[in-house]
T-cell receptor
Framework: EDKVVQSPLSLVVHEGDTVTLNCSYE??????LLWYKQEKKAPTFLFML????IEKKSGRLSSILDKKELFSILNITATQTGDSAVYLC????????????FGTGTRLTIIP | DADVTQTPRNRITKTGKRIMLECSQT?????MYWYRQDPGLGLRLIYY???????NKGEISDGYSVSRQAQAKFSLSLESAIPNQTALYFC??????????FGPGTRLTVL
């Protein structure tokens, strides 16, 4: 059974801090790993990672994948209150059929 | 205007009733998906469709059915709703294996 595990489950930090969110996976036939941010309702896409060791960056957010050790991290530097959200990690596999397995998410709270 | 819309946004119904949730997209994507989200369980795939003639079961398809009426429309039906189908339901679209774009969600409560 495919598994995606995120840690920590929740995190509370002060504005300006840097945070690292973790996602580890055990899946068959890995194709890509995706990060999403979920605020009030719908998840919004952040990054898609397919190759090991190549950092994806967007402003203060960055992410990297390690396919040998089966994990990814999402870094947020100089956090702001608008970064408060649930961050979801998902792994896409393809073993005959499309499958996207989500972790349960990390709830990040930024205190002003 | 939103690219992926879902109707209704909230629905309360009784056990045994038939419910249809609708999803429309203006992104022109070929792939559409239905997920449910439950506290502590994350998002789980119910059904997905790669084009109008292609429908596939996801991880938790029992108790659900879908219809892809057109490239832009994908509806999810609960033939006889039960309380453990109370959840937040999301529709999503993607162009090939590219990222998925989610609709705003439908909160369904089955009493």
């Amino acid at each position: 059974e495919d598994k995606v595990v995120q840690s920590p489950l929740s995190l509370v930090v002060h504005e300006g801090d840097t945070v690292t969110l973790n996602c580890s996976y055990e899946v068959t036939n890995f194709r890509s790993l995706l990060w999403y941010k979920q605020e009030k309702k719908a998840p919004t896409f952040l990054f898609m990672l397919t190759s090991s060791g190549i950092e994806k960056k967007s402003g203060r957010l960055s992410s990297i994948l390690d396919k040998k050790e089966l994990f990814s991290i999402l870094n947020i530097t100089a956090t702001q209150t608008g970064d408060s959200a649930v961050y979801l990690c998902a792994v896409r596999t393809n073993f005959g059929n499309e499958k996207l397995t989500f972790g349960t998410g990390t709830r990040l709270t930024i205190i002003p | 205007d939103a690219d992926v819309t879902q109707t209704p946004r909230n629905r309360i119904t009784k056990t045994g009733k038939r419910i249809m949730l609708e999803c429309s997209q203006t992104k022109g994507h070929d792939r559409m998906y239905w997920y449910r989200q439950d506290p502590g369980l994350g998002l789980r795939l119910i059904y997905y469709s790669f084009d109008v003639k292609d429908i596939n079961k996801g991880e938790i398809s029992d108790g659900y059915s879908v219809s892809r009426q057109a490239q832009a429309k994908f509806s999810l039906s609960l033939e006889s709703a039960i309380p453990n189908q109370t959840a937040l339901y999301f529709c999503a679209t993607s162009e090939g294996e590219d990222t998925q774009y989610f609709g705003p969600g439908t909160r369904l409560t089955v009493l």
